[in-house]
């Protein structure tokens, strides 16, 4: 028998270089957090950049080992928190 898990996440672009990145919801839409890209070093607002958000499921061994992970739905974008 198997544990589940649940996580929110956030999937945003660099605006300048066009590279994707995850992350928890809470950083991205709760706090509106700035980052720095890996690849071009453009500093950036993750929540202004947002283009999709999702939950995910996690399967969690007996022992707390993670085993997989699958979308379980996709959450609605508000209007203010995608770029235009
Ligand atoms: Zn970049």
Redesign the pocket.
Known sequence: MSEKGWLDVSIFR??????FYVDASGYVVELEADIE??????M?NTKRQLVDRVMLRFKIGEKGKMLGAEIVEHLPISKDERLV
């Open positions: 660099c605006p300048e270089c066009g590279r890209c890996g690849d071009c070093h453009r950036f």
